[in-house]
């Protein structure tokens, strides 16, 4: 370790800040003086953020271990596979993900643009603030992410190429737990359950071998389907908003895999924040009106993504078979399908799972998030096992009514 030359790996305080930036040359001048303040709030990664006289710029590392529990090692390879999505994404689609200007291999540090002016999307709608582009911004994004890397407009030897350079193990290892399989089998005894809801998840989730029989299916999807890259971690607090745009970020998790995992995994966040609202003991007529704003966003958002889709495909489609009539169709209704299934693993996973949002375990009064969790939990059941008839956003909604009837009908009344 050497705090002096940054020579080899060390996790930085807010002390090495300022000597480390100076370090790298062009960002700020060897007398500017500097402030650094540590930002982040994750598990794994330590986030400063740096000021000088004219500019601001954020440093994200990459820790060898979690903070949660230190003998648990996660690579630090990570911050490359980061920062190198961030880079290929902003070719594809300019102005949608933040602008890295430096990855530092020795300290797995990322130096990038700070996006101060924008806010992450969860805290957004936790604030019950309306983000009207936003279906329309982030369909392009996605569109773009995932067509363009995979074989569908890709060479078909360069993306064998980018299969190599975004493989992940370990990564992709901690999904492949976390998100396809505790919520199923608690393998390691580190589900977190609202007491209240134990029995309904022992009993509904647990003990189901017809729920088990399709989760296997989606699991063994996400392992063995290298068919664009994708984020793998997107959700609310994965994106930042503005009025007029969006950026994506924290992409430690990409690799090749599914389509459908991204679209899938945002929307379980967008009925996240639908039940927060919902446990609102006040249903006023703005909680009411956010909580349709967002079911709309929903159907809107996989109209806007099919129609993208479509056109994106059938004006870029460069492998010799893929503009064949019905292909493209095919194609799509296998991605929704695949969404809707991991829809509902994620669903299950922040609620049965070891890690959850804010959005349900921020709800005070416990009789209410256990409530709304079960409608969560109905509604992940309903479209895991339903997920060949879920292919627009009314699939969705549609179950969401249902799931909001089961819990009615199960004497579980609203307190
Ligand atoms: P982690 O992977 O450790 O969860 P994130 O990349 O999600 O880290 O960042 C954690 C938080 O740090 C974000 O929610 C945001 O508040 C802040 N942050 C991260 N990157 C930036 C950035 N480029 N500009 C401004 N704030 C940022
Ligand atoms: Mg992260």
Known sequence: MDRNNYGSYFLMDT????????????FFGNDEALTVEEIGDGDVNYIFRVRGAGKSLIIKQAGRVTRLDPTWKLSTDRGRIEAEYLAVQRKLTPGSVPEIYLYDPVMCAIIMEDLSDYTPLRKALLERRRVPAFADLFSTYLVNALIFTSDVAADHLQKKEMVKQFTSPQMCDIFEKLRNTEPFIDMYNRNRILPENLDFVRREFYEDKGLHLEAAKLKFEFMNKPQALIHSDLHTGSVFVREDSIKVFDSEFAFFGPMGVDPGNFTAHLFFAWANADAEPEQTADILDFKQWLLDMVEEFFAL??????????????????????????????????????????MARRTIGLSHIEDLAGIADEKRRARVERIVLRLAKLLILNRY???????????????????????????
Do not use: H, M
């Open 389 to 415: 008839r879920v292919v627009n956003g009314a699939g969705y909604t549609l179950l969401l009514r249902q799931a909001v009837d089961d819990e009615k009908k199960n004497n579980q009344v609203r307190p």
């Open 305 to 346: 993504f099919t129609a993208k889709f479509k056109a994106v495909f059938n004006a870029n489609a460069a492998d010799a078979l893929a503009k064949t009539p019905g292909f493209c169709e095919w194609y799509l209704n296998n991605l929704l399908v695949e969404a809707a299934g991991v829809c509902g693993l994620e």
């Open 15 to 26: 002390k090495d800040i300022p000597g480390y930036i100076k370090s790298k040359a062009g």
